[in-house]
C-alpha cells in the first residue's frame, strides 16, 4: 500500500470468486473490516489481522461456499489470496458511512425476510426506525459509534421494518442482529428467474459450458470443434443432431494460465463417447501434450455410445493411449461431475487427480443395472462408487468437494502448485509470508509424550506459507497426510506421518497413497518435504495378508527412485523400517534435519526393553527399578538424534522454532540440485 493509500484510512479489496464478486473493506494498518457483495450474497463470518505478519484474514461465506481471503502487501502493491490464487486489489478512497452500506451484513430467513446485522464493534448511539414502519432502501436506520465516528445505517431494501433487537447506548458486536425487514417482494420477477433455470438431469446443478465457464478465467474459454456431429446413422441417429457430439472441447486461462479442457455433456446421449466425441477428446490431449499445457477432463457420461459399437471401444483406446503417453509430460486432472461409467473410468484413473464431488459423482466399471442382473446384488450408484467410496475407500478420487462448482474452484486451485509441463518450474505463489518466520508454536504442538496424540496438519500449517496447504486424498489414509503447499512461494510436496489416526503408523493404503504423490512430485520437479513422526509399520494378519509388503515397497520404490530435492525433518521419533522410508538419508535424503528430542531407534523402550530384558522382566515386573533402569539406559544412548547425527545421517539438528527457516533456507541452497538416474528404459515399480 502506498502512502497516499495509508493516509486515506480505507482501502477496498476486489476479489473475484467464479459466481460472485466479492469486495473487500480494508482498513489500513490491519484493523479491518468487512465485506459483502453488491447482492449480499457473501457475509463476513470473521476477521483477523496476524500481528506478526499484518496479514488480514477475512473469512466470507458466499452462496457456495465458505472463503478464506488473505490481503497482504507486497512490493507496495494490497493483493488479495484466494484459495492460492492471487488478485490485485484496488485502491479505493472511500468514506466510512458509505461502506456501511455495503457493509451491512444481511441474512435472509426462511420467509425471505433480511436480518440487518451490525458490521463492527461499536455503541448504538440512535435507533431511528419504528417496529412497523415502511422503509426505503438508503433510508436511516441506525446511528453505530465505532472508530470514534458515527456511522448511519441505511436500509438495505424497501420492507417493513419488523423487529428491532437493539436499544440506544447498547454494544454491538460484529453480526450481531439489529432489526429484522419483512422484505416486499415482486412475485413476477422472482417467477421468472425460476423460469429461467434450466432443468438438468439427475441433481446437476450447472450445464457442460457453465462447467466450463467455472474453470476458466471470464471471458477466456475458446472452444475448438464446436461443429463436429456424428457420423452413425443406426438405431435413429441420422435423425438426431447432437452439438459437438455431446462434448464440448477447447482452451482457455486459469489465473492467467493457458490449460486445455473437455467437458462432456450429460443430455446428449448420456455423455456417452462415439467415434467423433473421442476424437474430439484426443485432439484437446494431443493439443495439451504438444504445447506442454495442463488438461483438465470435465467427466459425466455412461460409457462407451452403445450405438456406435466398436468405433466407441476403439474411441476409448485412443484417448487411453494418449493419456498414458502424457502422463509424466503434462498434469492431467479429471473432474467427475456425473457418472464415469464403463470405459469412462480408466482415463481418469490414469490422470494426476481425481476431483469428485460428494454426491452426483460415480465411478464403476459396470453400473447397478449390470450388478443386479449379474450378482443379484441391490445397490445404489453411490454406495457402488460414489465420491465417499472413492475419497474414503478406494482412494481413486483425490479431492473431494461439495458440488460441482467447488470441484471446478479446488481445480482451480490445485493448478495454481503445478507447473506447465515436466522440466518447467511451478508457478511462483505471493511471497506475503516471511521466510524467516519462527515457529514458537510447533514447541507446544507436538507433545513429548511420543505416545500422544496431535494433529500433523497443524504443524504443516505453521511451518509452510499462510494458507497455502492443499491436501491430496485428505479422507484416504489419513494415516499420512499428503498435499501441495508453499515455502516462501515455492510449490513444494509435503509428506507427513499423522499421528492423529493409527498413531501414524504406515500400512498398505498409506503407502500407496503417498508413492503415487511422491512420484507425481518428482515428475514435475517439485520438491518433497517430509515431516516424519513414524512409529513404523502396522503390524498384523490384516496388513500383512493385505499386501503391505508390496504396497509398502511402492512407497519405498518412490522415494529412492525420485530426483527432486527431498528435505526431512524427524519432529518426534522415527522406528524401524518407517525411519528408513520416510525420505532417510540411506535412501537419497538430501537434507535431514531432526528436533533435538527426536527418538531414532529401531523401536521404542519399552518393546526394546520387552525383547532385550525378558527374563528381568519376568523376575522383577514390568514397574520394577530394574526395568525402568533398562529403560532408562536404552532411552538415553538410543532415543535421541545423537547417533545418527555422529554418523552423517542427519545433517542439522534444528530447534523446532526454526523448522520453517531451516527449510526455506535448505529448499533454497537445493535449487540447482541436479541428479541423474541410471540409463534404462524404466524400472520395475512393485505393484
Ligand atoms: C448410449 C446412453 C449410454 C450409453 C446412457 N445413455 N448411457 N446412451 N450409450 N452408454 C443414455 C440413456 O439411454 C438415456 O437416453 C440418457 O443417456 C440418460 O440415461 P439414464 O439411464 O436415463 O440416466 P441415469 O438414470 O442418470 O443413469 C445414468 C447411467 C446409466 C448410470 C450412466 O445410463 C447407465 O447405467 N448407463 C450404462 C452404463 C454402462 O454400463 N456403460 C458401459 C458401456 S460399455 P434417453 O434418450 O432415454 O434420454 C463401456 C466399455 C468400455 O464403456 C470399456 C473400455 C475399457
Known amino acids: 500500500m502506498n502512502p497516499s493509500e495509508k493516509s486515506q484510512g480505507t482501502t477496498k479489496a476486489s476479489v473475484r470468486i467464479p459466481g460472485d464478486q466479492v469486495k473487500v473493506a480494508v482498513q489500513s494498518r490491519g484493523g479491518v473490516v468487512l465485506t459483502s457483495d453488491d447482492r449480499g450474497a457473501a457475509r463476513v463470518l470473521s476477521i483477523r489481522t496476524d500481528e506478526d505478519t499484518g496479514i488480514v484474514f477475512v473469512k466470507l461465506e458466499t452462496r457456495?461456499?465458505?472463503?478464506?481471503?488473505?490481503?497482504?502487501?507486497?512490493?507496495?502493491?494490497?493483493?488479495?489470496?484466494?484459495?492460492?490464487?492471487?488478485?490485485?486489489?484496488e485502491a479505493w478512497p472511500a468514506r466510512l458511512p458509505e461502506l456501511l452500506t455495503a457493509w451491512q451484513l444481511r441474512n435472509q430467513d426462511e420467509h425471505?425476510?433480511?436480518?440487518?446485522?451490525?458490521?463492527?464493534?461499536?455503541?448504538?448511539?440512535?435507533?431511528?426506525?419504528?417496529?412497523?414502519?415502511?422503509?426505503?432502501?438508503?433510508?436511516?436506520?441506525?446511528?453505530?459509534?465505532?472508530?470514534?465516528?458515527?456511522?448511519?445505517?441505511?436500509?438495505?431494501?424497501?420492507?417493513?421494518?419488523?423487529?428491532?433487537?437493539?436499544?440506544?447506548?447498547?454494544?454491538?458486536?460484529?453480526?450481531?442482529?439489529?432489526?429484522?425487514?419483512?422484505?416486499?417482494?415482486?412475485?413476477?420477477?422472482?417467477?421468472?428467474?425460476?423460469?429461467?433455470?434450466?432443468?438438468?438431469?439427475?441433481?446437476?446443478?450447472?450445464?457442460?459450458?457453465?462447467?466450463?465457464?467455472?474453470?476458466?478465467?471470464?471471458?477466456?474459454?475458446?472452444?475448438?470443434?464446436?461443429?463436429?456431429?456424428?457420423?452413425?446413422?443406426?438405431?435413429?441417429?441420422?435423425?438426431?443432431?447432437?452439438?459437438?457430439?455431446?462434448?464440448?472441447?477447447?482452451?482457455?486461462?486459469?489465473?492467467?494460465?493457458?490449460?486445455?479442457?473437455?467437458?462432456?455433456?450429460?443430455?446428449?446421449?448420456?455423455?456417452?463417447?462415439?467415434?467423433?466425441?473421442?476424437?474430439?477428446?484426443?485432439?484437446?490431449?494431443?493439443?495439451?501434450?504438444?504445447?506442454?499445457?495442463p488438461v483438465v477432463g470435465i467427466h459425466d457420461s455412461g460409457g462407451a455410445r452403445i450405438q456406435e459399437g466398436v468405433l466407441s471401444l476403439a474411441g476409448y483406446g485412443d484417448i487411453f493411449l494418449r493419456v498414458v503417453k502424457a502422463s509424466g509430460i503434462i498434469p492431467q486432472?479429471?473432474?467427475?461431475?456425473?457418472?464415469?461409467?464403463?470405459?469412462?473410468?480408466?482415463?481418469?484413473?490414469?490422470?494426476?487427480?481425481?476431483?469428485?464431488?460428494?454426491?452426483?459423482?460415480?465411478?464403476?466399471?459396470?453400473?447397478?443395472?449390470?450388478?443386479?442382473?449379474?450378482?443379484f446384488e441391490d445397490i445404489t450408484a453411490d454406495e457402488l462408487g460414489g465420491g465417499r467410496v472413492h475419497g474414503e475407500i478406494t482412494g481413486v478420487a483425490h479431492v473431494l468437494s461439495p458440488n460441482e462448482a467447488e470441484a471446478l474452484q479446488s481445480t482451480r486451485r490445485l493448478i495454481s502448485y503445478l507447473p506447465n509441463r515436466s522440466g518447467e518450474p511451478a508457478p511462483r505463489g505471493p511471497k506475503f509470508d516471511p521466510a524467516d518466520r519462527s515457529t514458537p508454536n510447533l514447541v507446544n504442538l507436538v507433545p513429548d509424550d511420543t505416545a500422544q496424540?496431535?494433529?500433523?496438519r497443524e504443524v504443516i500449517r505453521q511451518v509452510f506459507d499462510h494458507g497455502s496447504f492443499f491436501e491430496i486424498h485428505?479422507?484416504?489414509?489419513?494415516?499420512?497426510?499428503?498435499?501441495?503447499?508453499?515455502?516462501?512461494?515455492?510449490?513444494?510436496?509435503?509428506?507427513?506421518?499423522?499421528?492423529?489416526h493409527l498413531a501414524?503408523?504406515?500400512?498398505?493404503?498409506?503407502?500407496?497413497?503417498?508413492?503415487?504423490?511422491?512420484?507425481?512430485?518428482?515428475?514435475?520437479?517439485?520438491?518433497?518435504?517430509?515431516?516424519?513422526?513414524?512409529?513404523?509399520?502396522?503390524?498384523?494378519?490384516?496388513?500383512?495378508?493385505?499386501?503391505v509388503i508390496s504396497h509398502g515397497a511402492k512407497l519405498l520404490y518412490a522415494y529412492c527412485e525420485s530426483s527432486v530435492p527431498k528435505l526431512s525433518v524427524i519432529v518426534r521419533k522415527a522406528y524401524g523400517g518407517a525411519y528408513i522410508v520416510m525420505s532417510s538419508k540411506h535412501i537419497g535424503g538430501d537434507l535431514n534435519f531432526s528436533w533435538p528430542d527426536a527418538e531414532i531407534a529401531v523401536m521404542g523402550a519399552k518393546g526394546a526393553v520387552e525383547i532385550l530384558h525378558r527374563r528381568d522382566l519376568a523376575q522383577h515386573g514390568a514397574e520394577s527399578e530394574e526395568i525402568k533402569d533398562h529403560i532408562d539406559a536404552y532411552e538415553n544412548k538410543f532415543l535421541t538424534p545423537n547417533i545418527?547425527?555422529?554418523?552423517?545421517?542427519?545433517?542439522?539438528?534444528?530447534?523446532?522454532?526454526?523448522?520453517?527457516?531451516?527449510?526455506?533456507?535448505?529448499?533454497?541452497?537445493?535449487?540447482?540440485?541436479?541428479?541423474?538416474?541410471?540409463?534404462?528404459v524404466h524400472g520395475n515399480m512393485p505393484t
Open 64 to 89: 457456495e461456499r465458505i472463503v478464506d481471503v488473505a490481503i497482504y502487501e507486497e512490493e507496495g502493491k494490497l493483493q488479495a489470496n484466494v484459495d492460492g490464487l492471487t488478485f490485485p486489489v
Open 112 to 293: 425471505g425476510d433480511v436480518v440487518v446485522k451490525a458490521p463492527l464493534t461499536g455503541v448504538v448511539r440512535d435507533v431511528l426506525i419504528k417496529k412497523g414502519q415502511e422503509l426505503k432502501e438508503g433510508d436511516p436506520c441506525v446511528v453505530i459509534e465505532a472508530m470514534k465516528m458515527e456511522n448511519i445505517l441505511p436500509a438495505p431494501h424497501d420492507g417493513k421494518v419488523k423487529k428491532i433487537s437493539i436499544k440506544t447506548d447498547a454494544s454491538v458486536r460484529p453480526g450481531e442482529p439489529l432489526f429484522e425487514l419483512e422484505v416486499q417482494r415482486d412475485e413476477s420477477a422472482v417467477s421468472e428467474e425460476i423460469e429461467e433455470i434450466p432443468h438438468l438431469p439427475g441433481g446437476r446443478l450447472l450445464t457442460a459450458r457453465e462447467r466450463v465457464e467455472h474453470l476458466f478465467d471470464p471471458g477466456s474459454f475458446r472452444e475448438i470443434d464446436a461443429h463436429v456431429r456424428h457420423r452413425v446413422s443406426d438405431f435413429g441417429l441420422d435423425r438426431r443432431d447432437i452439438p459437438g457430439d455431446g462434448v464440448i472441447c477447447g482452451y482457455g486461462k486459469v489465473d492467467g494460465r493457458t490449460v486445455y479442457a473437455y467437458s462432456q455433456d450429460f443430455r446428449a446421449l448420456g455423455g456417452s463417447l462415439g467415434e467423433m466425441h473421442a476424437r474430439k477428446i484426443c485432439k484437446v490431449l494431443d493439443l495439451a501434450t504438444q504445447s506442454g499445457h
Open 474 to 500: 485428505e479422507r484416504f489414509a489419513p494415516n499420512l497426510v499428503v498435499g501441495m503447499a508453499r515455502l516462501a512461494g515455492t510449490t513444494v510436496g509435503v509428506v507427513a506421518n499423522q499421528p492423529a
Open 333 to 375: 486432472i479429471a473432474c467427475i461431475l456425473g457418472p464415469s461409467a464403463g470405459g469412462a473410468v480408466y482415463s481418469p484413473a490414469m490422470m494426476d487427480f481425481v476431483v469428485m464431488t460428494e454426491s452426483n459423482s460415480n465411478m464403476f466399471l459396470t453400473g447397478p443395472r449390470v450388478v443386479k442382473t449379474v450378482t
Open 644 to 680: 545418527a547425527s555422529a554418523h552423517g545421517f542427519i545433517d542439522r539438528v534444528i530447534d523446532p522454532q526454526e523448522t520453517r527457516v531451516a527449510l526455506t533456507e535448505g529448499l533454497a541452497a537445493m535449487k540447482h540440485l541436479k541428479k541423474t538416474g541410471p540409463d534404462r
Open 453 to 456: 496424540a496431535y494433529d500433523c
Open 504 to 547: 501414524g503408523c504406515l500400512d498398505s493404503t498409506a503407502s500407496r497413497k503417498g508413492a503415487r504423490f511422491i512420484r507425481f512430485c518428482d515428475a514435475f520437479s517439485i520438491p518433497i518435504i517430509s515431516l516424519v513422526d513414524v512409529p513404523g509399520f502396522m503390524p498384523g494378519r490384516e496388513q500383512e495378508h493385505g499386501g
